[in-house]
Nanobody, 123 residues
Framework: QVQLKESGGGLVQAGGSLRLSCVAS????????MAWYRQAPGKQRELVAR???????NYADSVKGRFTISRDYARNTVYLQMNSLKPEDTAVYYC?????????????????WGQGTQVTVSS
């Protein structure tokens, strides 16, 4: 089993920045990719950004140029740096991990999920 623990969410004004962190623990040797998803009220969960063990990344079009995903293998941590935040970025952000080295996978491939952290962007 792998446990994922997110932190760094909060309330920020539009145009501001936040950095989310997700620490992985447990049987992490099998994990290849880690990702951030988000779910806004009344909307489906969507991929925000994904990074594989090899360092390949994939971003949602809505966050390209504003968000950056990175990974610290020594700390078993994945980060999401969010800049130029918009009210439409308001959502619960979830950390995810799976065994696939691909940058694009269906949600059903995700093996582990964190509990989520709330990000609220005020206008």
């Amino acid at each position: 089993q792998v446990q994922l623990k997110e932190s760094g969410g909060g309330l920020v004004q539009a145009g501001g920045s936040l950095r989310l962190s997700c620490v992985a623990s447990g049987s992490i040797l099998m994990v290849d990719a880690m990702a951030w998803y988000r779910q806004a009220p009344g909307k489906q969960r969507e991929l925000v950004a994904r990074i594989t063990r090899a360092g390949s990344t994939n971003y949602a079009d809505s966050v390209k140029g504003r968000f950056t995903i990175s990974r610290d293998y020594a700390r078993n941590t994945v980060y999401l740096q969010m800049n130029s935040l918009k009210p439409e970025d308001t959502a619960v952000y979830y950390c995810a991990a799976d065994f696939s080295p691909s940058t694009v996978v269906p949600d059903t491939s995700i093996k582990y999920w964190g509990q989520g952290t709330q990000v609220t962007v005020s206008s």
